[in-house]
């Protein structure tokens, strides 16, 4: 079992930052991917970033050049940095974390992108 713990989100004007960090509650060695997911109410929840076996990362297509995503190993943390902000960012955002056939959620935690 894998928990994780989210935090960093908060409102934001257009154009500003956050960084959202993810915590995991065991070492990331294993794991298979580790990522970042967006959900709206009304709409499914959609990939933002990966790390995928410590090699490769993927960015949706909306992010690519404004977010980063990047892990710590030594203390098992997951990071987003969000900069260039937009509205349409604003979501619920959840940590992932895949290893094997198993695969794991944080709590979410509210970006809300607004003047």
């Known amino acids: 079992q894998v928990q994780l713990v989210e935090s960093g989100g908060g409102l934001v004007q257009p154009g500003g930052s956050l960084r959202l960090s993810c915590a995991a509650s065991t070492t990331i060695f294993g794991i298979d991917a580790m990522g970042w997911y967006r959900q709206v109410p009304g709409k499914q929840r959609e990939l933002v970033a990966r790390i995928i076996s410590f090699l490769r990362t993927d960015y949706t297509d909306s992010v690519k050049g404004r977010f980063t995503i990047s892990r710590d190993n030594a203390k098992s943390t997951v990071y987003l940095q969000m900069n260039n902000l937009k509205p349409e960012d604003t979501a619920v955002y959840y940590c992932?974390?895949?290893?094997?056939?198993?695969?794991?959620w944080g709590q979410g935690t509210q970006v809300t992108v607004s003047s």
């Open positions: 992932n974390v895949k290893r094997g056939s198993d695969e794991y």
